[in-house]
């Protein structure tokens, strides 16, 4: 079954720079992949996704790219303020498979 | 508006008990999950269901059963035979396969005492 691995665990920036967190998956079938925000208490918001037919997507601070060959992709957080401090999840599905699999997520902080 | 809602937002079990959590959406949505989330880690499928009366087990789903009586609801239960069911629980709903998203509860936190 396909696996999602999320890189890093942990990611702590200041105010103002950028922040940018990888994902790899391993089933060369999957086509759908979102990246989520969750707030601690609250359950995950999407705030960006891409299908397997562009290489990249940009959503005003956010930017995701996508590399089919090598499996993985990427989400870039520009100009980051404190709210966008969170977990923050990758995921991965294919259009014959049930569920999404997610990525273990990276905390976020952004320091004022 | 529409969305997905989760009851209650806190739980308390006893050793023993079975408790279930609700789900219930307004979205028209086909498919429904049910997530386990422990601190620090990622989300781990339980139970989904494609359409009405029918539904398939997930990764963990050993200790939980669910229902799909309805479109719009899609409880779960923690049964006594979960032996460590203190976790964060999120439901979640989609338009069904394929390349659509996961809309999310506001999950229930459910802490055995």
């Known amino acids: 079954g396909e696996n999602v691995e999320q890189h890093p665990s942990t990611l702590s920036v200041q105010e103002g720079d950028s922040a940018v967190i990888k994902c790899t998956y391993s089933?060369?079938?999957?086509?759908?992949f979102p990246w989520y925000k969750q707030e601690l208490g609250k359950g995950p918001q999407l705030i960006i996704d891409?299908?397997?037919?562009?290489g990249e997507k940009k959503d005003q601070r956010f930017a995701v790219t996508l590399n089919k060959t090598a499996k993985h992709f990427s989400l870039h957080i520009t100009e980051t303020q404190p709210e966008d401090s969170a977990v923050y999840f990758c995921?991965?599905?294919?259009?014959?498979?049930?569920?999404?699999?997610f990525g273990a997520g990276t905390r976020l902080t952004v320091k004022p | 508006d529409g969305g997905i809602t989760q009851s209650p937002k806190y739980l308390f079990r006893k050793e023993g008990q079975n408790v279930t959590l609700s789900c219930e959406q307004n979205?028209?949505?086909?498919?429904m999950y049910w997530y386990r989330q422990d601190p620090g880690q990622g989300l781990r499928l339980i139970y989904y269901?494609?359409?009405?009366?029918?539904?398939q087990k997930g990764d963990i789903a050993e200790g939980y059963s669910v229902s799909r009586e309805k479109k719009e609801s899609f409880p779960l239960t923690v049964t006594s035979a979960q032996k460590n069911p203190t976790a964060f629980y999120l439901c979640?709903?989609?338009?069904?396969?394929?390349?659509?998203?996961?809309?999310f509860g506001s999950g229930t936190r459910l802490t055995v005492v």
């Open positions: 979640a709903s989609s338009m069904g396969q394929g390349t659509s998203s996961y809309t």
């Open positions: 089933d060369s079938a999957s086509n759908y």
């Open positions: 891409i299908r397997s037919n562009v």
């Open positions: 995921a991965a599905r294919k259009n014959n498979n049930n569920d999404m699999r």
């Open positions: 979205l028209n949505h086909d498919a």
């Open positions: 269901s494609q359409i009405v009366n029918d539904f």
